[in-house]
């Protein structure tokens, strides 16, 4: 019995031939019975070619989403690392998620493991590329002989890197592969890439209306790929804040936070970071990293200019033989001033550092605070239901900023207005009864309206510091 790899190549009879032959395929499928419960395709005579040539039947059955592959083992273990691990001791398998393939797809990679000729289209080769990492389809039968990944991969660096229509069609295609596409292969990111250096800038917001779909864990991931890759990140930037703006009041402020962190603030152009110092549907914490690195710029620019201002550059010969003079002429001043600019600077960044932690306590600290309210309305709901209205206490809407007799939010400073939290002291069972809808939600807001302020005032020094050494 000759090895099945000297087997000559099967040519596929692709789906628009089918069409157009509808009777022979009836003839073909009348004199033997097929090895899919769907219709014939491609894979029955590459499966019959097989069985003809070695003399052996269909030996293993493979379930994918409700279709039924009667398939030889050779062959499949011989190309799929993940198939030789699952069919090694048995001989049924049923391909279900998280394993991201579908039927039609496995056929094609069946077609493949079998010698058969592979059409590989922009429609295709996002469902093969994830196909053959997820069934491990990397290694090679020989020097001369490519696996599934290299020939998908080769097909896509060829066309699909350098054809911004092409990518356009692989980028759709691959947001219902989520989170595999993104996970294996990069598709989504890379297919963006491809859009941005290839359409001008108005013709990538028709494609952005697909991102709205898309869950907040994979977006999220998908924003992770784009920081790794981009260089420049204004497109991330639009794209996330088109983001934000259709799911602004479906996802939490966490996820918020973490879809941002994606961005890379040093990375956006001047006009860029104003807007997202700017922009209301940004989280506080990423508002805040932003107005810092536009301050740490600004900073950046008067320097240089006062550089340039006051130690000009002296004026350079244009013979190439005195460039070991141009050093020479460099002289105390600026060297001193170079230094101080880089002492000053290291300490601007740490003062950024120390900011953007004391951000995240003050972030648990609202979290505790709005836990602290929703806490409170439940206990006022229940009481409610149980004993009848009154009137709401007039001190619930006084200026000092308490509820009742017994609850208090107190401002505390610990040695530095950039250490000011608050805590919440009294008991909650001493709150009125019969707090009406609209007088909560005007107490939230007194509360907000507080907490905003000495966000302010804790980060007024920084920049009043920042100002003054300007």
């Not at 087997?7 to 090895?35: A, F, H, M, W």
């Not at 998908?152 to 990518?167: H, L, P, S, W």
């Not at 290291?346 to 609202?366: C, G, N, P, V, W």
């Not at 709005?370 to 229940?382: R, Y």
Request: contains cysteine.
């Amino acid at each position: 019995m000759k090895p099945w790899g000297n087997l000559g190549v099967v040519e596929t009879i692709y789906e628009d031939e089918v069409y157009d032959d509808d009777d022979d395929d009836d003839d073909n499928s009348s004199n033997s019975p097929s090895l899919l419960s769907s219709p014939p395709s491609p894979l029955h005579s590459s499966a019959q070619a097989w069985s003809s040539a070695m003399g052996c039947k269909t030996d293993v059955l493979i379930h994918v989403q409700g279709t039924a592959f009667h398939l030889h083992k050779d062959p499949l273990i011989s190309r799929s690392t993940y198939l030789r691990r699952k069919l090694t001791e048995k001989s049924e398998l049923t391909l279900s998620p998280p394993l991201n393939i579908t039927a039609e797809t496995f056929s094609l990679v069946v077609d493949f493991c079998y010698g058969t000729h592979l059409l590989v289209t922009p429609f295709n080769v996002a469902s093969l590329l994830v196909a053959a990492d997820l069934l491990g389809m990397t290694e090679a039968k020989g020097e001369d002989d490519s696996n599934l990944k290299q020939m998908t991969e080769n097909y896509f660096q060829k066309f699909i890197a350098v054809n911004g229509k092409y990518a356009a069609i692989v980028f759709k295609s691959c947001l219902a592969l989520l989170p595999e596409a993104e996970t294996t292969s990069f598709l989504v990111s890379r297919c963006v890439e491809v859009m941005n250096l290839t359409e001008d800038s108005k013709g990538l917001d028709g494609y952005f209306d697909d991102v709205i779909s898309l869950r907040a864990d994979d977006f999220k991931i998908v924003a992770e790929s784009m920081h790794q890759r981009f260089e420049y990140q204004d497109l991330l930037y639009r794209i996330v804040d088109f983001y934000l703006e259709e799911h602004n009041a479906k996802i939490t402020e966490e996820q918020k936070t973490q879809i941002c962190n994606s961005i890379d603030c040093n990375k956006l152009s001047p006009q860029l970071l104003l807007h997202a110092v700017q922009n209301p549907r940004m989280p506080l914490r990423f508002v805040v990293r932003a107005m810092l690195v536009e301050q740490l710029n600004t900073r950046r620019s008067i320097l240089s200019a006062a550089n340039h201002q006051y130690y000009p550059r002296r004026h350079r010969p244009t013979n190439s033989n005195n460039e070991d003079d141009d050093n020479s002429n460099v002289t105390l001043g600026e060297i001193l001033q170079r230094d101080a600019t880089k002492r000053e600077t290291a300490q601007l960044k740490a003062a950024m550092d120390a900011t953007s932690s004391r951000i995240q306590t003050l972030d648990k600290q609202l979290l505790c605070m709005k836990k602290l309210l929703q806490e409170s309305d439940h206990e006022n709901v229940i009481e409610r239901s149980g004993g009848g209205c009154r009137d709401v206490l007039e001190s619930g809407r006084s200026a000092s900023f308490h509820y009742g007799s017994g609850r208090k939010i107190e401002r505390a400073y610990n040695g530095a207005p950039a250490s000011a939290s608050f805590r919440f002291s009294g008991g909650l069972e001493e709150r009125a009864l019969g707090c009406s809808s609209s007088e909560n939600s005007g107490i939230k807001k007194n509360i907000g309206q507080r907490l905003i302020k000495g966000l302010k005032c804790a980060l007024q020094p920084k920049i009043a510091l920042i100002t003054r050494k300007v």
